[in-house]
Structures are given as C-alpha cells and as structure tokens.
C-alpha cells in the first residue's frame, strides 16, 4: 500500500467524517475505491467540483441520486462560489466539547486543494498533533471543524480504459496512456460516438463529415493554425490544443456519465 493512504488509513479512527471529492462530469469515474472501502466505518458527504464545466441537469440528478442513497451532497464551481451550505452543515455536527475532525479526500486534481482553502480561509491556520490522533499530519482550522490535509489517492488497480477517461478530463496526464496524440483521437472517437462532436463544431466549425479520426485531427490542426513548415499540420500540436479545450470547459459544458447507468469507460 502506498504510504500516503496507510497514513491515511491510521488517520480514519480519529476523523468523525470524510469528504469525498469527485468531478460533476463524472461523478463514478473519479469515485475512489480506497474511500469506498471506508464508508461503511465512516460518514462519506460528497462535493462535486466543477459544477461550472459540467450539464447542470445531470448534476442535480447525481445530487438527488447520492442524497437518496443517504450520503450528504454538494456541487461547487470552486473557483468562484462561496461554501456556505456546506460550511453550515458541518459545523451543525459539531461534537459537544471538541470540533468535528474531518478529511478532504479524492483522487489526484479532483480540487481537494481548492475545496480546502475554501472550507479553512488561508491555509496559515496550522493546528498541532491531536492527541490520540497520529502524528506527522497537518491540520487546517475552520469555523467549527478540522481538516486534515491529506494526499490525492489514484487507484492502483485502475486500467488503461480508466486512465485515459481521467485524462479526458484533465484528472491524469496524457504521457501516463501513450501520448497525446493517442489520446485526442481517442477523444474524436468518443465526442462523435456519444454526439459531443457539437462542441468542437460550434466551438470551432470543424463538421463531422464522416472522415477518419485522423483526419478530423488533422483538421483541427488547420483551423487552430498548427501547423509546422511546409504547412503540414503538427498533430501533436492540435491534439494538446482539442485535449485542453475539451477538459477545461472551453469547448462547453458536458457529463460523460448518467445516475442508474453503466459508466461508459467500463466497456471501452
Ligand atoms: N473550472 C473549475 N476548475 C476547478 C474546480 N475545482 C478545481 N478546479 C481546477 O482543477 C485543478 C486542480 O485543483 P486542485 O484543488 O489543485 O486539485 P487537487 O485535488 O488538490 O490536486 P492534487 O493535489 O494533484 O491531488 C486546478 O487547476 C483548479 O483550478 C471547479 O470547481 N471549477
């Protein structure tokens, strides 16, 4: 087991609750198996980041499917929106003589950081080691809780499948599934198979003429001018441009996965 989660996994006995932080756009995929083996020891609330990137019908629906399985849910963009729900729901569970003990958990780029500083202000407020809480950790103070910092957790036993649907999303890198050009024609598959290619149209007014991926690419390539000498297109180039595009929200708002469905990557 990696040492960040066995510290974590000695860290649980003196939480009184986990947070769990997952993506809008995908709330199963960036699910982490090491918090779910957690859940039934521990209450797990969910926060889903980037609202702001995602459908905002699908994301109400995965706030009503993780409320009616009984676990707490919140959505936030968290570059822009105040945390006060949340912020007033955990100080509600205050213990009666201490404050309420918790942990920002989640997979790696997920927004744990940000959701962090959101819930404690500045970071500066360090508090030393708890007793009967294990040593060597930092803690953050909030209104009425403590947070306690804790590593982002990629499972281990997640396959090619998984890791490029992460990348997709900018939630792993490229270099980890075969590069970059590998991986944006891997995204061309996927907008034209689940009808997202309106993004790259609308965005870009590159149309889906029913040519190869390589050559919608390539396309991309000459309309974002990427282009090396004797005008041929860098693909390389066009595929880091579509990648950024498509996982920071700048093609538009998207969710690649829908409550009560089968996630889509475990088929692919
Ligand atoms: N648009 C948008 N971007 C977000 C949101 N939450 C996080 N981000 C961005 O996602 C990136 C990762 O955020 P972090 O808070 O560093 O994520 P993390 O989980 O702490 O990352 P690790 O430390 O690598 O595990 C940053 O570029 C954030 O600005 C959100 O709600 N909306």
């Not at 920002?104 to 030393?128: C, D, E, F």
């Not at 290619?197 to 029913?210: A, C, I, P």
């Not at 390539?221 to 996982?247: E, I, T």
């Amino acid at each position: 087991m990696a040492r960040g989660s066995r510290k974590l996994l000695e860290l649980v006995d003196g939480l009184d609750l986990l947070v769990e932080v997952r993506d809008a756009r995908a709330p199963i995929l960036t699910a982490s198996p090491f918090i779910e083996a957690l859940r039934s020891s521990k209450p797990v609330w969910q926060v889903l980041t980037r609202r702001d990137l995602a459908d905002e019908a699908e994301t109400s629906r995965w706030i009503s499917f993780f409320r009616e399985k009984g676990s707490e849910a919140w959505t936030y963009d968290l570059r822009k929106d105040r945390l006060d729900g949340l912020v007033k729901a955990l100080s509600a569970r205050r213990p009666a003589h201490r404050e309420l003990r918790l942990a920002v958990m989640g997979i790696p780029n997920v927004g744990k950081s940000l959701l962090l500083n959101g819930l404690v202000g500045r970071r500066s407020a360090v508090v030393g080691a708890i007793p009967g809480v294990t040593r060597g950790v930092s803690w953050f103070k909030g209104r009425d809780f403590l947070v306690v910092d804790s590593p982002g957790i990629a499972d281990p036993h997640s396959g090619a499948s998984v890791h490029r649907w992460l990348a997709w999303i900018g939630c792993s890198r490229p270099e980890v599934i075969g590069g970059t050009e590998v991986l944006a024609l891997g995204l061309i598959g996927l907008l034209r198979r689940r009808g997202l290619w309106r993004l790259v149209e609308t965005s870009w007014g590159v149309g889906d003429g029913g040519e190869s991926d390589e050559a919608l690419l390539e396309a991309i390539g000459r309309r974002l001018g990427c282009l090396v000498r004797g005008g041929v297109v860098d693909l390389s180039q066009a595929g880091k441009r579509l990648l950024d595009a498509f996982s920071t929200g700048r093609l538009g708002r998207f969710t690649l996965e829908t409550p009560g469905e089968a996630p889509p990557w475990r088929d692919v």
